[in-house]
T-cell receptor, first 109, second 113 residues
Framework: KNEVEQSPQNLTAQEGEFITINCSYS?????LHWLQQHPGGGIVSLFM???GKKKHGRLIATINIQEKHSSLHITASHPRDSAVYIC???????????FGKGTLLTVNP | DVKVTQSSRYLVKRTGEKVFLECVQD?????MFWYRQDPGLGLRLIYF???????EKGDIPEGYSVSREKKERFSLILESASTNQTSMYLC????????????FGSGTQLSVL
């Protein structure tokens, strides 16, 4: 059974800081998702990746398949980045996902 | 703009009532999912459907059923609502092709009194 662990659970940063959120999974996967959920808001898909690295604006996601590890980086963080960030993995053809419990990020001005 | 629409943002029901949560997507996606989200537990899969009239149990199907009569619509049914079903319910959809992004609805906060 795949298990997905995120760290840290909570993260507080000052505006402008570089932020890293980590995600580890226990079995081989076909894809890993990074999701964002603002307080009281719906969930938005940020990235889906199966290898290497993807970048969108100030967000960068990387994955190391051999080490079963992914990271989400935020450069020049801003208070509007405050949200819960969730990683989720999938390994099967039926597209069932296994979710981490999320990282609550607070960026102070 | 792609959309996953959930019929209600907030819902209050009484114990024992039959509750219907509706989800509609306009992207012709094959896969649709119902999750519940609880503090400290994260997202848990209740049911998913990979085609019309096809469904599979997720991790916590007890007390729930689903219906998918049309490709765009996936309904979650609480046969007899109980207080432990008070939760945020989220619908999602994705295409069958591996690597498609997930699209979530805005969620329904259900309170069972």
């Amino acid at each position: 059974k795949n298990e997905v662990e995120q760290s840290p659970q909570n993260l507080t940063a000052q505006e402008g800081e570089f932020i890293t959120i980590n995600c580890s999974y226990s079995v081989g996967i076909s894809a890993l998702h990074w999701l964002q959920q603002h307080p009281g808001g719906g969930i938005v898909s940020l990235f889906m990746l199966s290898s290497g690295k993807k970048k969108h604006g100030r967000l960068i996601a990387t994955i190391n398949i051999q080490e079963k590890h992914s990271s989400l980086h935020i450069t020049a963080s801003h208070p509007r980045d405050s949200a819960v960030y969730i990683c989720a993995s999938t390994g099967g053809s039926n597209y069932k996902l296994t979710f981490g419990k999320g990282t609550l990020l607070t960026v102070n001005p | 703009d792609v959309k996953v629409t959930q019929s209600s943002r907030y819902l209050v029901k009484r114990t024992g009532e039959k509750v219907f949560l509706e989800c509609v997507q306009d992207m012709d996606h094959e896969n649709m999912f119902w999750y519940r989200q609880d503090p400290g537990l994260g997202l848990r899969l209740i049911y998913f459907s990979y085609d019309v009239k096809m469904k599979e149990k997720g991790d916590i199907p007890e007390g729930y059923s689903v219906s998918r009569e049309k490709k765009e619509r996936f309904s979650l049914i609480l046969e007899s609502a109980s207080t432990n079903q008070t939760s945020m319910y989220l619908c999602a959809s994705t295409a069958v092709t591996q690597g498609e992004k997930l699209f979530f609805g805005s969620g329904t906060q259900l309170s069972v009194l």
